[in-house]
């Protein structure tokens, strides 16, 4: 009987407290002698008002970065720019950078000038008028053991940093990386954030105009573009419904296909925030040129703005709705 009676004195209440609440409402203001407000409970329900999601703004490209380079252009070195790979904003694609400057480079350069030298003394050492008498030299142990020697040593040499860069670019994703996965169409690029509530970013070619308007290179624009946190580890999938496909940025060393029925992963950390622009690099049918890539590398909290743009949320963030201002009075007058 205790407990009926109590449940039934518990219903009036509820029953009559919107009427008092909309009594004091229609009430001319009343001076209430307030308590001393808890003041952690106030700032944490103030702050939750007042906070304001940052807007994210498409970064603006860098001439030169990301980018194939021009010879014609009057940007300073741009001709030996040419001559090379883009410049690297991955550590692997600096690893990759260095071994062909450093060392596949001057290989190559030195055995064709010695190559070189050597058909030309040969064109005038040994020509008919120089020697009526041809030689019948058929055997010499020395030039055969270092013509084998040498040959193996360049080998050798370029072997070790080549198998090293091999297993680099084939180190596993760490657990924590973000992943996305980019999808080839016929023609066309989408992207997917299955670890920030599965936004799906479809990606299309920019027309010529629209693409110089904006201040970016003409083929190699899109609508929108696949944005990822620099300095982070990022886990990209690729895979395809149609045919193959390749994902492939040269600034960032990364190349992968896309193949249907198959999803291939690679790892990848761009160093620093840009715009970095690559294309398809299989040849998937008759727009093939027309699946341009463009990956926007932004700072943690420019990424996290553009996620909650696109309607995702950040791995781990819970959804805190803002407090009504009319909590925050009844909170600082109790």
Not at 179 to 195: C, L, R
Request: hydrophobic share 45%; aromatic share 8%.
């Amino acid at each position: 009987m205790k407990l009926a009676g109590i449940a039934a004195l518990a219903a009036m209440a509820a029953l009559f407290a919107p009427v008092s609440a909309g009594a004091q409402d229609a009430a001319a203001p009343v001076a209430v002698q307030a308590t001393a407000p808890d003041a952690a409970l106030v700032d944490a329900v103030t702050d939750a008002a007042n906070v304001e999601v940052g807007a994210y703004t498409p970064m603006a490209p860098t001439k030169g970065k990301g980018m194939p380079t021009d010879p014609r252009s009057d940007e300073p070195g741009a001709m030996a720019k040419s001559l090379t790979f883009q410049d690297q904003y991955t550590d692997n694609g600096e690893y990759a950078l260095g071994m062909h400057d450093y060392i596949l480079l001057p290989v190559i350069t030195v055995i064709s000038l010695f190559v070189l030298g050597l058909l030309l003394y040969v064109i005038v050492r040994f020509n008919r008028g120089a020697n009526p008498v041809a030689s019948k030299t058929t055997h010499n142990t020395m030039i055969e053991v270092v013509w084998t020697i040498v040959p193996v040593i360049i080998l050798v040499v370029i072997a070790v940093p080549s198998i090293t860069l091999l297993a680099r670019q084939y180190e596993t994703p760490p657990a924590d990386a973000v992943t996305i996965k980019a999808t080839g169409y016929q023609w066309y690029w989408g992207y997917t954030y299955p670890d920030h509530g599965e936004i799906e970013v479809i990606s299309n070619m920019l027309p010529d105009e629209e693409a110089v308007r904006r201040g970016e290179p003409a083929q190699l624009a899109v609508d929108n573009r696949m944005v990822v946190p620099a300095g982070v580890p990022l886990r990209i999938q690729t895979t395809a419904t149609d045919v193959i496909h390749a994902f492939a940025v040269p600034s960032l060393w990364f190349k992968m296909d896309a193949v249907p029925g198959r999803l291939n992963e690679k790892l990848l950390t761009i160093k620093e925030p840009g715009v970095y622009y690559g294309q398809c690099s299989e040849l998937c049918g008759s727009r093939h040129a027309y699946m341009p890539i463009a990956i926007e590398a932004l700072p943690a909290d420019e990424f996290a703005a553009w996620v909650q743009s696109q309607g995702g949320s950040m791995p781990g963030a819970e959804e805190t709705p803002a407090a009504e201002p009319e909590q925050v009075a009844l909170l600082t007058a109790r």
